[in-house]
């Protein structure tokens, strides 16, 4: 019986259940006809059903007694023109931008592609044959379960994050059931949980999960997009962290539990660019529905504008693809109780032109959006285009990935020449980048190591990067790592080299959690975690990304007691977390709410920054009626340091943190007072003590 087709409505876009039948609505400017096509659980095509309304470029129409669960796609019809900007092609399924849940794998075929592989003409010669096989099907949904009203609402400055991948931080963990293994369930264990709670950790930034698509050559040769910055669906969650039988509703569990323990979940999202590619690469969607919309094309259209190294650049000024970017971020915030974001590549989100604009109509969105501007938004402030570094420059409001203050203490902590005063810059918030527009130290999210490099471990254990899994020759990956081996490359059985690399290790890690900021670690650095000297496993899903909990060392095992004795110090110590920048204001006669200082003690002027062999500082923070002294000393011998005067000759202090010998807060540690010595390679943090 031929399906009844009612005229329906142009909002909201997508596949809309309401009790009765199903309204679809797709947005495309450029397009002559759209086909809706419904398809049964076996793949096959049922019906091929013209949508019988054009009203404000949307193309819409109801379909009475369709259900959730039930399979669609478009094929959407148009001129095929590559050089004015146009790539219709009636014979590729397109999925809908606006699905919520995908049935089937994508299946590489040279049908997936609008243009025949292999002519001449390269994309300009149309492709007859029909992708439907190969393609994922988008399926109707209901509308299911809202996230419990739980969220933590942690504020910022006291937030610890912790990036982590779904699969990644639980393909190997014993105590979790193996049928759940690298799914959103796995980390809703309790025992998942227990270790976040106990790092100290108040937000988990997720890796992305929206559904990605494994790139043709990587399946060619073997490998995977593991990391997943290769987005196609924007409401979709991947297939691949989802339980069997499971829905989105597995997402939500998961938010929903890890609400429960305080720690609030972040996503790192891709809508910069799409998993569809340059003029060469496949039509599964944005491209066949309306490609001179969708994304930035050059001058010449046929062509498309790359800041992101990825073959394309959404087009993100378009009003109905910012209106898209906006509803997916809504629904994850408020359907899936979502508390935040980590933009990937942001400065291409901001370019309504060819410049980054801090007024962009993406940025400007976000500020104004009664929801969105209350959650936490984390820009990593760099593209591939002209002018694409953008540290700094975000508004108010918004947090950034700053790779300077990783690099920075890279380089002080391997005994770099000249690198005290990246140290300094480090440590107290990054002010000179950040302190404008009433922004706040926290807006600095520093880390020591993130997914795209090397490993905590490995930046202590690799001189250069060892890429060669990758198949492309080592010729993928940094260069510059700031890393240094201390007398091996890779694994070592020598104790004095295993010695000094921990050394350096827990200097960095002291570092990362005493720094005025937002401290983000990377999963598995807390114990050991090591992908083998590969500092770009973005293709990896293997055991070389994998965080493996079996095969915990002695020594890892006492870095993870370290890490979490130094949560604990932070979390008991405001001034470690200071809410506003400090500039050497007084707080008390003859003191100061930061000052830095000499091995002499003596305060450190400016002239003394400009020395390029100094290796060691002093720097103390008050405020509260407390004083804290941090000591660092990135020379390999030890230096002696005399106590600052701070109004009374007799200063006692009580040793907190010695990262040299691996001690939080030692019970038998005398109290200091004149002078100490720091260790080689050591960080001390000392509390001022009336005793």
């Known amino acids: 019986m031929p399906l009844k087709l009612g005229p329906g409505a142009p909002q909201p876009l997508g596949a809309t259940f309401d009790g009765r039948g199903v309204n679809f609505a797709l947005f495309s400017a450029h397009a002559t006809r759209v086909d809706l096509c419904l398809f049964d659980t076996g793949g096959t095509e049922t019906d091929r059903i013209a949508l019988p309304e054009y009203t404000n470029e949307v193309w819409h129409g109801y379909v009475p007694e369709l259900a959730p669960g039930q399979r669609y796609g478009y094929r959407v ?46 994309d300009l010669v149309k492709s007859r044959t029909d992708s439907a096989p190969f393609m994922p099907k988008c399926v109707v949904t209901g509308g299911g379960a809202l996230p419990l009203d739980n969220r933590p609402n942690r504020p910022w400055h006291d937030t610890v994050v912790y990036e982590a991948h779904v699969k990644g931080m639980t393909a190997r963990h014993p105590d979790v059931p193996e049928p759940i293994r690298g799914t ?17 950790v108040t937000a988990i930034e997720l890796l992305p999960i929206h559904a990605f698509v494994d790139d043709r050559h990587l399946v060619e040769h073997g490998l995977r997009n593991y990391w997943g910055y290769n987005s196609i669906g924007f409401f979709v969650p991947a297939e691949r962290y989802v339980s069997p039988g499971s829905n989105v509703d597995e997402f939500r569990a998961t938010v929903d539990r890890l609400h429960e323990a305080g720690i609030e979940v972040l996503l790192d999202v891709v809508y910069n660019h799409t998993a569809e590619g340059n003029e060469l690469g496949p039509t599964l969607s944005f491209r066949g529905i309306d490609n001179a919309s969708y994304y930035k094309l050059t001058e010449n259209k046929r062509h498309y504008h790359d800041t992101t190294g990825c073959g394309n650049t959404i ?52 500020g104004q959006d009664p929801v969105l501007s209350r959650k936490k938004l984390i820009a990593e402030p760099w593209d591939l285009g002209t ?4 540290l ?54 520093n880390f020591a190591a993130a997914h795209d490099g090397f490993t905590l471990k490995d930046v202590v254990s690799y001189g250069v990067k060892h890429n060669e899994a990758n198949l492309e020759d080592n010729k993928d990956g940094h260069s510059d790592n700031r890393s240094a081996n201390w007398g091996v490359e890779g694994p070592a059985d020598d104790s004095a080299i295993l010695d000094r690399r921990d050394r350096v290790r827990r200097a960095l890690a002291a570092s990362l959690l005493f720094s005025h900021g937002t401290p983000m670690w990377q999963m598995g650095d807390e114990i050991g975690r090591t992908q083998f000297g590969n500092n770009n496993a973005f293709c990896q899903d293997n055991e070389v990304s994998w965080v493996d909990w079996l095969n915990v060392s002695e020594r890892d095992k006492d870095f993870l007691a370290f890490v979490r004795g130094l949560a604990a110090l932070r979390q008991d110590l405001p001034l470690l977390r200071s809410r506003k920048f400090l500039h050497g204001e007084p707080v008390a006669p003859r003191i100061k709410d930061v000052s830095w200082f000499k091995p002499d003690g003596e305060e450190k002027q400016a002239k003394h920054w400009e020395d390029p062999v100094a290796k060691c ?20 011998e030890p230096i002696d340091f005399i106590f600052p005067y701070f109004g009374k000759r007799h200063l006692h202090w009580k040793l907190l943190c010695d990262t040299a010998n691996g001690l939080i807060r030692p019970a038998d540690a005398p109290i200091a007072v004149g002078k100490t010595t720091i260790p080689g390679s050591g960080l001390l943090l000392f509390e001022r003590t009336d005793r």
């Open 387 to 390: 002018g694409g570094y953008q």
């Open 315 to 366: 087009n993100i000024g378009h009003p109905r693809v910012l209106q898209l970017v906006m509803d997916s971020l809504r629904y994850w915030a408020e359907q899936c109780g979502v508390d935040g974001f980590r933009f990937d590549l942001a400065p291409a989100l901001a370019r309504d032109g060819a410049g980054f604009d801090p007024s962009s109509s993406f940025l400007d969105a976000i």
């Open 184 to 200: 959103f369930a796995a980390l809703a264990h309790p025992a998942i949980v227990e270790h976040l709670v106990t790092l100290g």
């Open 77 to 122: 019809h148009g001129p095929y023109v590559p050089r004015y900007g146009h790539r219709f092609n009636r014979n590729k399924l397109l999925l809908d931008p606006y699905a919520k849940a995908y049935a089937g794998p994508l299946i590489w075929d040279d049908s997936l592609f609008g243009y025949q592989i292999g002519a001449k003409r390269g």
């Open 617 to 636: 500082i002093g720097a103390s923070f008050a405020g509260g009626g407390n004083i804290l002294l941090m000591l660092f000393n990135a020379d390999t």
């Open 392 to 445: 700094g420059a975000f508004p108010p409001g918004w947090a950034e990935w700053n790779d300077q203050w990783r690099d920075g203490l890279r380089a002080y902590w391997k005994g770099d020449m000249g690198a005290l005063p990246g140290l300094g810059r480090c440590i107290s918030g990054s002010a000179a980048i950040f302190d404008r527009r009433g922004r706040k130290p926290w807006a600095s999210v």
